[in-house]
């Protein structure tokens, strides 16, 4: 016999084998197939092809060198010639395999080992693709497992037909598992590897603890009732944002649960994180007020272009609003997506105020007015000497204290001042070397061709070659902080499409791209009557 266990023995640990793993029987087969005709390569020569067959029915072992059929045989342990192999087909030809049966042997102790190797690895590679593919389609969910062992702070858990990991950073603080414990944790990514645990679990991951609401509520769970945001300080502190697709059931309501007993169980198992449960708007303002409870905002100023919005808080809230460490205003912007600056009241007054003085000055200086006139211009509104000089007269005029002729001579100081300015600017770009043709692309004024050249954008084709964010900027969050990074043309209150058709128009000035076709309007016209 080939091996010293019956032919009723090799199917019997393959098939428990393939209980134990939980993988298809047929792979410890071929694994062993595989092993055996390895074993059978030390006593036949290495380079002899030799196949080993097991029958799944009977668990006949069967062994043979398969030998290619050729013309010229440069290789006798794998070649055989046509009249060769004809004594055993007579149909065989040239390109043809011929199986040679092989006589049976007794395995050796190294070889026996060998075998086992093989056997060994192919089962744990079974059982890792096994894993992978069973768990790939779960990521995003909760899963429960038994800790098996507890290494430099990562926790392993036996989840039943697989093992996952907790990284010591995927842990809350000062959180503590032992062997035998009972874990729940979310999947956050599987991914194949070579070695080790394929699944990774988090108990930080804020989707963590919307899917433990999603388990303690029967509305989310029925969708009735949607998580629409999350911010987590593991361990310490979280926001989550809900809002009710139904108008008769209260989201904030339902999560908390009678006497708080559904957000109980959600602190119990994040052990004591504190959480406030916020209801969603569609309204940024709305949402931002909300999201910075439980601190009551006297007013918000929105700035969409950066991103950014501006909280102003009565002062003795100012402490709330930002909370211990800044926690509080740290989670609510996590959770809004925005950029979240406090202010208190007088800080806010402190600089309204300065800002009206700085106003006040530029028009003293620039239209070389008295104070009061510019004060006047400055509480009506006016931010600069361009909407002066290019508002409408009777406007101007209407000012109390004001008529036709002042209104006339201050409008006619503003263009006179903008033009002493342009001429300033022009002579700058000049010394910069900025080309003339950059003004012709649209949208670029002489004081934005002096801030490119002192950024090294001097001709047509460097303005074409810049990307949006070269121009304006952009906004970098790492680990919960924002970094802004300034943009050539800061400070020209520049839209990022504004910016974008700067850029499309250089290269279409540049010749790089052709300017899109437009329809003219009698054509549109008579297709619109017709």
């Known amino acids: 016999m080939v091996v010293s266990a019956n032919r009723?023995?090799?199917l019997q640990i393959a098939d428990a084998v393939a209980r134990e793993k939980s993988i298809d029987r047929q792979i410890v087969v071929d694994a062993m197939q595989d092993a055996i005709a390895k074993a059978a390569r030390s006593r036949y020569g290495a380079e002899t092809d030799v196949h080993a067959e097991i029958n799944t029915k009977t668990g006949e072992l069967r062994l043979a060198r398969h030998l290619q059929v050729v013309d010229l045989v440069e290789n006798p342990a794998i070649e055989i010639t046509v009249d060769e192999?004809?004594?055993h087909n007579p149909a065989a030809q040239a390109g043809d395999v011929i199986a040679d049966p092989l006589p049976p042997f007794d395995f050796g102790r190294i070889a026996a080992q060998s075998a086992k190797q093989v056997i060994v690895q192919k089962v744990?590679?079974?059982?890792?693709?096994?894993?992978?593919d069973e768990y790939k389609d779960r990521i995003g969910e909760i899963v429960n497992g038994a800790v098996k062992r507890v290494e430099y702070g990562n926790v392993f858990v036996d989840l039943g037909r697989g093992e996952a990991i907790i990284r010591r950073d995927e842990m809350i603080p000062r959180e503590t598992f032992k062997v035998g414990d009972r874990a729940r944790a979310y999947v956050y990514d599987v991914r194949r590897e070579p070695r080790g645990p394929q699944i990774f679990l988090s108990r930080t991951h804020p989707q963590f603890m919307a899917k433990l609401f999603g388990q303690e509520v029967p509305e989310i769970y029925d969708g009735i009732v949607e998580v629409k945001a999350v911010a987590r300080d593991p361990g310490s502190r979280a926001k989550i944002a809900v809002i009710s697709r139904d108008s008769s059931i209260d989201p904030v309501g339902a999560c908390v649960g009678m006497r708080g007993s559904r957000v109980q169980a959600v602190v119990g198992e994040l052990q004591g994180e504190k959480i406030d449960i916020i209801p969603w708007s569609p309204d940024v303002a709305t949402f931002v007020v909300n999201a910075l409870q439980p601190a009551e905002v006297a007013?918000?100023?929105?700035?969409?272009?950066?991103?950014?919005?501006?909280?102003?808080?009565?002062d003795e809230q100012l402490s709330l609003a930002i909370g211990r460490r800044g926690q509080n205003v740290r989670l609510a912007s996590q959770l809004t997506g925005w950029d979240i600056d406090i202010l208190t009241e007088a800080e806010e007054s402190e600089r309204r105020q300065k800002e009206f003085v700085q106003r006040t000055d530029l028009f003293m200086n620039a239209l070389n007015v008295d104070?009061?006139?510019?004060?006047?211009l400055a509480s009506e509104g006016f931010r600069n000497v361009e909407e002066v000089a290019y508002v409408d007269l009777s406007?101007?005029?209407?000012?109390e204290g004001f008529d036709e002729d002042t209104a006339g001579e201050i409008q006619s100081r503003a263009q006179e001042h903008l033009a002493a300015v342009e001429a300033e600017f022009d002579e700058k770009r000049r010394a910069l070397g900025v080309e003339d043709a950059l003004r012709e692309v649209e949208g670029v004024t002489t004081?934005?061709?002096?801030?490119?050249?002192?950024?090294?954008?001097?001709?047509v084709e460097d303005l074409a070659g810049c990307a949006t964010d070269?121009?304006?900027?952009?906004?970098?969050?790492?680990?919960g902080e924002t970094t802004r990074h300034a943009g050539y043309l800061d400070g020209f209150d520049l839209s990022r499409q504004e910016a974008e058709a700067i850029i499309m128009a250089a290269r279409i000035h540049a010749g790089w791209i052709e300017a899109p076709a437009e329809e003219p309007e009698a054509e549109a016209d008579e297709a619109a009557e017709a």
């Not at 070269?470 to 680990?479: C, F, N």
């Open 124 to 132: 744990r590679e079974a059982e890792r693709d096994r894993q992978y």
């Open 8 to 10: 009723l023995e090799l």
């Open 299 to 314: 007013k918000v100023v929105l700035d969409e272009e950066a991103d950014k919005i501006e909280v102003v808080v009565p």
């Open 447 to 459: 004081s934005m061709m002096v801030a490119l050249g002192e950024n090294d954008v001097k001709s």
């Open 85 to 87: 192999a004809k004594r």
């Open 395 to 399: 406007e101007l005029a209407s000012i």
């Open 371 to 376: 104070e009061t006139v510019g004060q006047l």
């Open 470 to 479: 070269d121009l304006v900027g952009w906004t970098e969050r790492k680990d």
